[in-house]
């Protein structure tokens, strides 16, 4: 299961740079076009061009899934799948999506580390590696995706979205959707519940409903308000934080203003209940508020992403409300540090091998 | 204690580089000699080269995703845990690591 866990990650970690590119050039494009009514064929090629990026995302994902548990060899079956997996051969079957791609994936790379064990002699081992475990692999990734897989994760795939979607589309649902997604982000700070809120939204990323951009948005807060707010406590009632944490909140602010959380975690370390509480009210709020008024956004990268929201002054307020209610709420509960607050937890989770 | 480790987290811009600082001062409160790998969002920055895998006594993989070269490792004890541990709780991470290794008689 860790394995499979870290292949995930191995494979959202080498597709990420495609999902700003894509989205920022679409986010940029589309502010060139709708704001300054900018009417050159230039920008809409490149518009268009930015869409065939996001057409890259999926097997980017499903090759690096696959490297990560069989290494070279395996990138070319995972790619294969995760383009097959976004892009079905067979009709009626419908894109499994993000899903289908860490199938094939995982898929490819058990395969491609259980051929390599297979016996050659010699004088084939050249072969084996150039020829052999590229085609096989290929050929039955290829198989297994258009057919069986196509059609089951498939299913699957559209069940999930059209879950979400329902629950969009229902302005009650909605609103929880959105929070429930900001305060997955704000609990562990760019740690793994937070990438399962983001995973979600590369999942419906491109579905043609919006859903994607929408989820977005709504995830805004969750990664903004936790290190605006800490910082911005920590300036507003020094007394209450110790030296450290007075030193990095500028840092804190500004790196929570484009998007990146981890700025909060030594507030969080220190004082974990009342700051990722505080984070995770603040942040739900915001993420409520952006799914409510119905903002979606198609940017990343915190306040780099204003631009691209549907509405830019409501997109900054809900993102304003959660840092605000956050920072109340550790002002308000926030007690006075103790004298030597660097204990170290006693047990670490680890294994040694050889 | 001589050790050499890699950190590694999906987005590779913050946790990596925590986890990297993390260790590099509980080995140099320890005495400790350290060496750390950060694999990160452009890639392999501090490399550690074969000879210092040598001379190392063991291997520390603080990652959440898989690396990139981890050829270079084979044969030397390796402990891998979350990027988290690493941030967290270095100190006792390496005091732990160095109980280990004596008890299996690795290091003196």
Known sequence: MKNIKKALMTGVSYMLPFIVVAGMTIAITGILTNYFSVTSDAVTKLNGFAWTVMGFIPPIFGAYVAYAIGDKAAIAPGFIGGWIAANPILENTSASGFLGGLVAGLIAGYLVNWMKKLPFSKTFDSLKSMLVIPLVSSWVIYFLMAYPIGIAVGALNTAIINGLLAMASNTGSAILLGAILSAMCAFDMGGPMGKIAITFVFAVWSDPSGLGFLANAAVFPGIMVPAISCGLAAKLAPKKFTESERDISTNAI??????????????????????????????????????????????????????????????????????????????????????????EDSSVDYKIEF | ???????????????????????????????????????????????????????????????????????????????????????KNPKTLLKEIEQNLREKHLIK
């Open chain 1, 254 to 343: 500004v790196t929570g203003l484009v998007g990146i959380t981890e700025g909060t975690l030594p507030y969080a370390f220190r004082d974990p209940i009342c700051t990722i509480a505080s984070n995770m009210i603040g942040s739900a709020v915001g993420g409520a508020m952006m799914m409510g008024l119905k903002i979606s956004c198609s940017g990343v990268s915190g306040i780099v992403g204003i631009p691209a929201a549907s509405n830019p002054l409501m997109f900054v307020v809900c993102i304003a409300a959660g840092v605000v209610v956050s920072t109340l709420l550790q002002l308000f509960f926030k007690k006075e540090p103790k004298s030597d607050e660097t204990k």
């Open chain 2, 1 to 87: 204690m001589n050790v050499v480790a890699v950190c590694a987290c999906p987005t590779g811009v913050a946790h990596t580089y925590l986890a990297k600082k993390a260790l590099e001062n509980a080995a140099a409160e320890l005495g400790f000699t350290i060496k750390v790998e950060a694999q990160g969002a452009l890639g392999i920055e501090n490399e550690i080269t074969p000879e210092e895998v040598a001379a190392a006594d063991v291997v520390i993989l603080a990652i959440e995703v898989e690396i990139a070269k981890r050829e270079r490792f084979k044969g030397k004890p390796t402990v891998t845990v979350p990027v988290q541990a690493a941030v």
